[in-house]
C-alpha cells in the first residue's frame, strides 16, 4: 500500500472516530436535556402536592370556602402534572403508579370528608368529629406517602442523570482513546517509515559523496519511498556511467594534448607515430596496433611504429615495414578511405585472411589518416580485451586526424626546406651570372666604342650587323628580364614571410589555447575538433601560399588564356600583408561590373570579357614592380615630410573599352617629377637613392608589355600621385 493511500485509510478512520464521538455528544445532550426535564417535572409535583395538601389541610381546619377553591385549584394542576408525568417517566413506572396510587387515595379520602361534611346533620357530634377527625389523619398520612413517593421520583431521575453523564464520560473516553490511537499510531508508523528510508538515503548520498559510485540503496517497497530509493539508484548508477565516460573522455584529451605537445616541439614523424599508437592501444585496451603514412613519392605504406609485440610474435617471412600492396582489412581502410570496425574479423566479408606465421587477429579497428581528400596514412589496433565499440572507433578516428595534421606538417616542413635550399642555390647561381652578364656588358660597351670608331667598315656589313645586334640585345634584354625576375624574387619571400607570420601565430595561438584548456580542464571533444580545424585552415593557407610562390616563377613555355582581374587578384592577395604592416592599403576594382575588392581572401568572380592570351607570370612581374615602386614613393614621401599622416594608398583598376583591357597602378606617393618622367622608362635609370634601385625595373616592365603582352604602359601624375597604365588588345 503506498503512502498516499496509508494517509488516506487514517484520514477516512479519524473522520469515522470523530462523526462517532459528535454523535455520542448529541446523544448525551440529548438524554441529558431529557432527563433534566424529567427531573424539573418531578421537581414541579413535588411542589404542586405539597401546595394540594397544604391547601387541603387548610380547608379541612378551617373550612374556609376560599381554601377549598385553591384547593380545588391545585387539584386541577396537579392533575395535570401526573398525565405528563405518565408520559415522561414511561422509564419509572413504579413511582409513578405509586405517586398515582396515593394521590387517588388521598382524593378518595378528601370527597369523603367533603361527603362527611355535606351530611353532618345525619352525624351525632362526636361520632361526626371522631368520623373526621380519622379520615383527616388517614389524608395526612397519604399526604406524607404522595410527597415521599414523589421526592422518590425526583431522586430516580436525579440518578438516572448522573448514571447517564457518567455512561457518556466513559464512551467519551474510550472513543477518544481509540481515536488517538487509530491516528498517533498509524501516522506514526508512516513517518518511521519514511525517516528510515531518508537515513537510508542520506547514507547512501554521504557513501557517494566520497566517490563510491556502486553503493546501491535496496529498498524493494512499492510504495513512493521504494520509487524515489529506485531513481535514486537509477541516478547513481546514470552518474557512475557518465563519470566513466568522463574519464575516458579525459583520457582522450590528455592523449591529443601529448600529440599536440609534440607538434608544437616539432617532434620526429616517427616519434609522433609511437605516441599515437601507444595513446590508440591503450583508450581502447588494444594487444596490438600500427600507425603508418603514405610515401607522397611511391604511394607505398611506411609503417614506422609496428608494436613491439606484433613485430617478435609475427612469423611472416620476409617481413618489413614498408608495403606496396594494400590487401585485407587495413587495405581496405586506404583503399576506400573509410573507417573499419569489427569483431569478428574472420567472418568479414571484406578480409582475405592472413598469411601463414601471422598472429591470429579476433578484432580488428583502423581509420584513415586524410587531409582534404588526400590520404596520408593510417592508425590500427587489434585484439582489444573487450568488443569494439563507436566510443572506440570516435577515439581511433580523432587519434587518425592528428596524426594526418602530424604527418601534413611534417611534409610542409620538408617541402619549405628542400625549397629555401633550392632558391638560395638559384639566387647563387643567378648571381654568378649577373656578375658574368655585367663583365660582358662592360666588354659590349668597349666594342660599341670601337665600333663606332670604326662606323664607315660596319656600314659595309650592315645588314649582318643589325641582325647579330638585335640578337645580342634580345639575349641582354633576356638575362634583364631575367635579373629583374630575381630582384622581384626577392620582394616575393618578402611577401612570403609577411604572409605566413599571421598564420604562424594563429597556430602558435591555436597551441597555447590547447595547452591552457587542458591545464584547467576544458579540453574535450569538440574543442579539440574546432581547434584543430582551425590549424587545418591554417596550414592549407601557408601551403598554398608556397603553390602560388612556385607557380609564380614557373618558367611558361607557351601563351595561354587568362583572366586580367584574377592575374592582379593574385598579386595583391600575396603582397597585401606586406603593404598593410607598411600602413598602405590596397584595393582592386573592377569598373566594368562595378566591383571593389579589398579583402583578399575569397576570390573574385570571372570576367570572360577580360581574358587575354599570353604569359599571365610576365603580367605578374610586371604588376609587382609597378606595386612595388608605388609603396617605395609612399614610404619615401613620409620620410621626408614626417607631418604628413595620410595613409598610403595603392588601388589597381581594371575596365574594359573597345576591345582594350586597361589596368591602372594609381598611388598617393607624391607622383612622378615633370623633370625626370620622360626617362624613367630608359635601363639602369632610377630616382631613388644610390644602392636602393638597379634601374632595369620599369624599363622591364615596359618591354615585357610592349614585346611580350603588345601593349602599351604610359604614366602621368595625378591629384597626390602617379597613374600607370597598361593597354592590352582582348
Not at 478512520?13 to 446523544?27: G, K
Not at 427531573?39 to 394540594?52: C, K, R, Y
Not at 599508437?277 to 600507425?291: D, I, M, P, R, V
Request: include cysteine.
Amino acid at each position: 500500500m503506498t503512502i498516499k493511500n496509508k494517509y488516506k485509510l487514517g484520514l477516512i478512520i479519524t473522520i469515522t472516530l470523530a462523526v462517532i464521538l459528535f454523535i455520542i455528544f448529541l446523544f448525551k445532550a440529548y438524554r441529558i436535556d431529557r432527563a433534566m426535564k424529567k427531573d424539573l417535572l418531578a421537581t414541579e409535583i413535588v411542589e404542586e402536592i405539597f401546595l394540594h395538601n397544604l391547601s387541603t389541610s387548610d380547608y379541612l381546619l378551617t373550612n374556609l370556602k376560599r381554601a377549598f377553591i385553591q384547593s380545588k385549584a391545585k387539584y386541577d394542576s396537579l392533575e395535570k402534572l401526573l398525565s405528563s408525568g405518565d408520559m415522561e417517566f414511561g422509564e419509572d413506572k413504579d413511582s409513578m403508579n405509586r405517586l398515582k396510587k396515593n394521590y387517588t387515595k388521598s382524593n378518595d379520602i378528601f370527597r369523603d370528608i367533603l361527603e362527611l361534611d355535606k351530611n353532618r346533620g345525619a352525624y351525632r357530634k362526636e361520632n361526626y368529629e371522631e368520623r373526621r377527625g380519622i379520615l383527616i389523619s388517614q389524608f395526612l398520612v397519604n399526604s406524607q406517602l404522595m410527597i415521599s413517593s414523589a421526592l422518590s421520583l425526583s431522586s430516580s431521575v436525579k440518578s438516572d442523570i448522573e448514571r447517564t453523564r457518567k455512561i457518556s464520560d466513559y464512551i467519551e473516553l474510550i472513543i477518544l482513546i481509540v481515536l488517538i490511537t487509530a491516528v498517533i499510531v498509524p501516522f506514526h508508523y508512516v513517518i518511521w517509515s519514511i525517516v528510515k528510508s531518508i537515513i537510508y538515503l542520506q547514507k547512501g548520498a554521504m557513501i557517494i559523496s566520497e566517490g563510491n559510485l556502486s553503493y546501491r540503496t535496496n529498498i524493494t517497497k512499492d510504495d513512493e519511498i521504494g520509487g524515489l530509493s529506485s531513481t535514486f539508484d537509477n541516478m547513481v548508477k546514470q552518474l557512475e556511467l557518465n563519470t566513466k565516460s568522463l574519464k575516458q573522455e579525459i583520457d582522450i584529451n590528455k592523449s591529443l594534448a601529448r600529440l599536440s605537445e609534440l607538434l608544437i616541439k616539432k617532434a620526429p614523424l616517427n616519434d609522433i607515430s609511437s605516441t599515437v599508437l601507444k595513446h590508440a592501444q591503450e583508450l581502447t585496451l588494444s594487444q596490438y596496433g600500427f600507425t603508418g603514412y603514405i610515401d607522397p613519392e611511391t604511394d607505398f605504406l611506411v609503417v614506422p611504429t609496428l608494436s613491439e609485440k606484433i613485430w617478435d610474435k609475427c612469423n611472416v617471412k620476409n617481413k618489413g615495414i614498408i608495403f606496396e600492396k594494400f590487401t585485407g582489412l587495413w587495405g581496405w581502410v586506404l583503399v576506400n578511405k573509410k573507417s573499419l570496425l569489427t569483431n569478428k574479423p574472420q567472418d568479414d566479408q571484406r578480409s582475405v585472411g592472413t598469411p601463414e606465421g601471422h598472429i591470429k587477429i579476433t578484432r580488428f579497428l583502423s581509420a584513415p589518416s586524410i587531409i582534404g581528400e588526400t590520404l596520408v596514412g593510417q592508425v590500427a589496433v587489434a585484439n582489444s580485451e573487450r568488443d569494439y565499440n563507436e566510443r572506440d572507433l570516435t577515439i581511433i578516428k580523432r587519434m587518425a586526424s592528428v596524426y594526418a595534421l602530424a604527418i601534413e606538417q611534417r611534409r610542409k616542413e620538408d617541402e619549405l626546406h628542400d625549397y629555401q635550399t633550392s632558391l638560395a642555390e638559384k639566387v647563387r647561381e643567378r648571381t654568378h651570372e649577373l656578375t658574368a652578364t655585367n663583365k660582358e656588358l662592360e666588354r659590349e660597351i668597349n666594342i660599341r666604342m670601337r665600333i663606332e670608331g670604326n662606323l664607315n667598315e660596319l656600314n659595309k656589313n650592315l645588314e649582318t650587323r643589325v641582325k647579330k645586334e638585335v640578337e645580342e640585345r634580345r639575349k641582354k634584354e633576356q638575362m634583364l628580364i631575367q635579373q629583374s625576375r630575381i630582384a622581384a624574387m626577392g620582394e616575393m619571400m618578402g611577401a612570403i614571410a609577411h604572409q605566413w607570420r599571421q598564420p604562424l601565430n594563429a597556430v602558435s595561438i591555436i597551441l597555447f589555447g590547447i595547452k591552457e584548456a587542458y591545464e584547467y580542464n576544458e579540453l574535450n571533444a569538440d574543442y579539440m575538433e574546432d581547434t584543430m580545424q582551425q590549424a587545418k585552415i591554417q596550414l592549407e593557407y601557408m601551403s598554398k601560399t608556397i603553390d602560388d610562390f612556385r607557380n609564380y616563377f614557373k618558367p611558361a613555355k607557351e601563351k595561354v588564356l587568362f583572366q586580367i582581374k584574377r592575374t592582379a587578384y593574385e598579386v595583391l592577395s600575396m603582397y597585401f600583408q606586406q603593404l598593410r604592416n607598411s600602413s598602405i592599403a590596397c584595393s582592386l576594382n573592377c569598373l566594368t561590373h562595378n566591383e571593389s575588392f579589398d579583402n583578399f581572401l575569397n576570390k573574385p568572380s570571372l570576367c570572360e570579357d577580360m581574358e587575354i592570351r599570353g604569359f599571365p607570370n610576365e603580367l605578374k612581374q610586371v604588376l609587382l614592380n609597378l606595386i612595388h615602386n608605388a609603396r617605395d614613393a609612399i614610404i619615401e614621401m613620409r620620410q621626408k615630410d614626417t607631418t604628413n599622416v595620410e595613409k598610403g594608398m595603392i588601388s589597381i583598376n581594371v575596365d574594359k573599352d573597345n576591345g582594350y583591357v586597361y589596368i591602372s597602378i594609381r598611388d598617393n606617393g607624391g607622383g612622378v617629377p615633370e623633370e625626370i618622367k620622360d626617362r624613367i622608362f630608359d635601363p639602369y635609370f632610377s630616382s631613388k637613392e644610390e644602392g636602393k634601385g638597379t634601374g632595369i625595373g620599369l624599363y622591364m616592365s615596359k618591354v615585357i608589355v610592349e614585346e611580350s603582352l603588345k601593349g602599351s604602359l604610359t604614366v602621368q601624375n595625378i591629384e597626390k600621385g602617379a597613374e600607370f597604365t597598361i593597354k592590352l588588345s582582348c
